[in-house]
Each structure stands twice: as structure tokens, then as C-alpha cells.
């Protein structure tokens, strides 16, 4: 855990760093880096920085091996990160709808602050106890592309609950997977 949170800040740090604005994302598969949702009924749409790195999508090989597919607006405060977790092998095996309360897929999304202070309840996170999936429209290892939709159901420690619905992404992937 410890270290998928350093990889997942490490990501936020790339992220944040990177200037463009971007339009709310059609539903697409040619790997265009495209990343929205509605939170709790507000539009979601990627917006970064110096850099260009609004979206992104990260293979971490802690205790499994995952995705995180991550989303950046530098310009929202409570919710300007939605990270997507998925479980690699699954991947590689065919699974393409990975939803919440399955341990086969050990899935797992959340959304945090642009800008966290100490002792914020600004992270919201999901449990098995809480609806949620992720659905794979495209994944080509060759052409380096991994695109979906996705909806879940986050709380934070106070008990608040965020709603993401019609979430969709369409990634380039940085190079090819490992088998």
C-alpha cells in the first residue's frame, strides 16, 4: 500500500507539472489521452499544466500488478484527481468489465485533492462495500492503446459520499506492457 501510494503521488507530482485545456472527451478508442466524468453531477474534465500530462496510465508491479489510469484538473481543488486501479493480469487474461467487491480483479478507484492538507477529508476512496466498475472498450498491447468507461461510488473519511457517473478514457500507453 505504501507503495502505490508513492507511485500514485509520484504520478500526481509528473501530472501536475503539465497546460493544456481540454474539451469534455467523446467516447473514443484511438488512444487520443482523453479522461472525463461527472462528479456528484459537476463535469469533470482534464485540464494540466506545464507539461502537457493531464492523463495518464502507469504499470506498478507491487504485491500484483496494476493500471492506474489518472485524470488531472490543476484547477479544481476538492476533486482534481480521479485515479482508476486495475489488475493487470486479469487484463492479459480477457476480464474487461472490473467492478467493485470482486477479488478476483482487486480493483480500486478514488479521487483526491489537487492541493491535500494534513488531516484532510479530501480523499475519497471505494470498499467492497460500495458500487463501481470499470468496462475495457479497447485494450491493444500492440498499438499501445487502452480506452473504457467507468462509474463508481467513493467515500471519505467523514462518511460523504461522491458519485461518478458516465466517466470514459482513452489512453496511449507508454511503451508495451510486459506479458
Known sequence: MKK?????????????VSCND???????????NTFGCYINGDEFRVKGGLTKKSVDAQ?????????????LNIDRDKFGVVVLGINYDSL???TRVFSLGTDQHLT?????????AWGSTGLYVTDTSLSGSVKIT??????????????????????EKAEVRKGRFDVALVGQLPD
Open 138 to 159: 479497447r485494450f491493444d498491447n500492440k498499438e499501445e492503446i487502452l480506452s473504457g468507461t467507468f462509474e463508481f461510488d467513493a467515500v471519505n473519511p467523514s462518511g
Open 108 to 116: 480500486d478507484y478514488s479521487i483526491h485533492p489537487t492541493r491535500p
Open 59 to 71: 504499470y506498478y508491479h507491487d504485491m500484483v500488478r496494476e493500471i492506474h489510469i489518472t485524470g
Open 92 to 94: 492479459l487474461s480477457g
Open 4 to 16: 502505490s501510494l508513492s507511485y500514485i503521488l509520484l504520478s500526481l507530482f509528473l501530472m501536475a
Open 22 to 32: 481540454e474539451e469534455f472527451p467523446d467516447p473514443t478508442t484511438d488512444g487520443k
